[in-house]
Nanobody, 124 residues
Framework: QVQLVESGGGLVQAGGSRRLSCAAS????????MGWFRQAPGKEREFVAT????????AYADSVKGRFTISRDNAKNTVYLQMNNLRPEDTASYYC?????????????????WGQGTQVTVSS
């Protein structure tokens, strides 16, 4: 049974930083592409970042490029999202996702497993 458990969410002031973690179990983590998505109230879930199984390839949504960094530690079965210079529009529930294929993707339909999400609220 695959489980993805996010942590690290909370309340942060605009301009601040936060690091999200996602611990995976029940899958061969080192072979999985990982992604972060987010969903704000009343909006569709959207792509944030993705990372290849080895960590050598990453991709970001334009809205977070230069501010967020995705990384992974295959020894710990964990993927991270470092968020800097946060803005009120970054407020959302953040979801970790895993994809069984080797290629990265920004399409949520390409991901096979999802976590329950962690809330990030950025105050102005």
């Amino acid at each position: 049974q695959v489980q993805l458990v996010e942590s690290g969410g909370g309340l942060v002031q605009a301009g601040g930083s936060r690091r999200l973690s996602c611990a995976a179990s029940g899958l061969t983590f080192s072979s999985a592409v990982m992604g972060w998505f987010r969903q704000a109230p009343g909006k569709e879930r959207e792509f944030v970042a993705t990372i290849s199984w080895g960590g050598g390839t990453t991709a970001y949504a334009d809205s977070v490029k230069g501010r967020f960094t995705i990384s992974r530690d295959n020894a710990k079965n964990t993927v991270y999202l470092q968020m800097n210079n946060l803005r009120p529009e970054d407020t959302a529930s953040y979801y970790c996702a895993a994809r069984r294929r080797r290629s990265t993707s920004d399409d949520l339909n390409d991901y096979n497993y999802w976590g329950q999400g962690t809330q990030v609220t950025v105050s102005s």
